[in-house]
């Protein structure tokens, strides 16, 4: 076996598989979801070549290192991959001109809902679109805008979340849009999850948290160590102190970040209430300090002060394996787990 043979669907799974497959032009319907300082060229190239689906994250990035990012993914795999966009990050037009121009064939949307223009600008460049739902009337209006494709991600999932679990949201929206192929994200941590999901109608499934314990993911070790030990129920959320400040809740391993990002709502708080900055600027202050204590965390290694971005499904990972190991593992339990339903239902 090459070094880049890809882990394919078994025959048994690909009928099962084919809408998600499809979709992506990958082997597995099987998505390492964005994440900040994470999925980086490396990790998202490695995805595909292995046959599953990376998902380049941009944070906010300065526009010519997202460009350079496209490039390097590229140079180290032709298979299709996607760039993400976050609607609340400052670069984020730049960031969807960037991946237009360069004709990157999936555009994720991330952070909160993007304009109607923006979907169609990125549908124009000939990319199939992906936009996160996180409520049933979200995922009725991204379709109204023309995404292709939506990813269903429940409030178990690590990074910034909406309010509503997975188990919710799969009777929300995957039972109700079967017009669209639907990626189901938020603690997943087994095949035997995938294997399910897909047997309900999701095409695929997107997972974060599994993949930052993959042997060639570029974090820091006290990160990978930190996911390693901790459990489902240490992964909390924030809460918004005010409406006058709206935020969008972040998962995460409780520490000092978590803390110290009540303070800084309260600060902003205060200095929205003397007029001394607008709304606006105090949510970009928000999103910097995510990305920028995201980056104290993942690639120096600040247990205390950078943020630890885990969904739940921390709790389902207790260590690091090569990625190709991961991926096989998904799709051998998840060939197992369809073997045990059509057992249980013929006998
Ligand atoms: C460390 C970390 C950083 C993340 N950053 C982003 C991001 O930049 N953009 C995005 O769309 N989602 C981001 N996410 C969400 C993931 O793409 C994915 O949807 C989520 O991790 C799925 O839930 P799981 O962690 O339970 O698998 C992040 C998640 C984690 C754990």
């Given at each position: 076996m090459t070094a880049h043979e890809p882990v394919r669907t078994p025959a048994s799974l690909e009928k099962l598989w084919k809408r998600g497959t499809d979709f992506l032009g990958s082997e597995l319907p099987i998505m390492c979801g964005a994440m900040t300082w994470v999925s980086d060229p490396k990790l998202v190239s490695l995805m595909?070549?292995?046959?599953?689906?990376?998902?380049?994250?941009?944070?906010n990035m300065e526009p010519d290192m997202w460009a350079d990012y496209v490039d390097q993914t590229r140079e180290l795999?032709?298979?299709?991959?996607?760039?993400?966009?976050?609607?609340?990050?400052?670069?984020?037009?730049?960031?969807?001109?960037?991946?237009?121009e360069k004709k990157v064939s999936h555009i994720v949307f991330a952070g909160s809902i993007p304009r109607g223009e923006e979907?169609?600008?990125?549908?124009?460049?000939?990319?199939?679109?992906?936009?996160?739902?996180?409520?049933?009337?979200?995922?009725?209006?991204?379709?109204?805008?023309?995404?292709?494709?939506?990813?269903?991600e429940?409030?178990?999932?690590?990074?910034h979340i909406g309010h509503v679990s997975t188990m919710v949201l799969l009777q929300e929206i995957l039972f109700q849009f079967p017009q669209v192929p639907i990626f189901v994200a938020g603690g997943i941590g087994t095949g035997k999850m995938v294997a399910h999901l897909t047997l309900m109608g999701a095409a695929g499934a997107q997972m974060g948290t599994r993949f930052v314990l993959a042997e060639e993911c570029n974090v820091h070790k006290n990160f990978k160590d930190v996911f390693i030990k901790s459990r489902s129920r240490?992964?909390?959320?924030?809460?918004?102190?005010?409406?006058k400040l709206p935020v969008v809740s972040v998962r995460a391993l409780n520490n000092h970040a978590m803390t110290h990002f009540g303070d800084l709502q309260l600060e902003l708080l205060e200095r929205l209430r003397k007029g001394e900055i607008g709304r606006q600027e105090a949510q970009f202050k928000v999103e910097e300090y995510w990305i920028g204590s995201l980056r104290k965390a993942t690639m120096d290694g600040d247990m205390e002060h950078g943020s630890l971005m885990?969904?739940?499904?921390?709790?389902?990972?207790?260590?690091?394996?090569?990625?190709?190991?991961?991926?096989?593992?998904?799709?051998?339990?998840?060939?197992?787990?369809?073997?045990?339903?059509?057992?249980?239902?013929?006998?």
């Open positions: 595909g070549n292995l046959g599953a689906f990376g998902v380049l994250a941009a944070g795999t032709d298979r299709p991959f996607a760039g993400n966009c976050i609607t609340i990050a400052p670069n984020y037009l730049k960031h969807l001109d960037i991946l237009c979907v169609r600008k990125a549908k124009d460049s000939g990319a199939k679109v992906l936009c996160f739902a996180s409520t049933g009337s979200i995922a009725q209006r991204m379709i109204e805008y023309g995404a292709d494709a939506l990813i269903l429940g409030s178990e999932a690590g990074g240490e992964a909390i959320s924030t809460p918004q102190y005010s409406s885990a969904g739940q499904s921390v709790g389902l990972v207790d260590k690091v394996q090569p990625l190709r190991e991961i991926l096989e593992e998904i799709v051998t339990e998840a060939d197992l787990a369809v073997a045990e339903v059509h057992q249980r239902l013929l006998g």
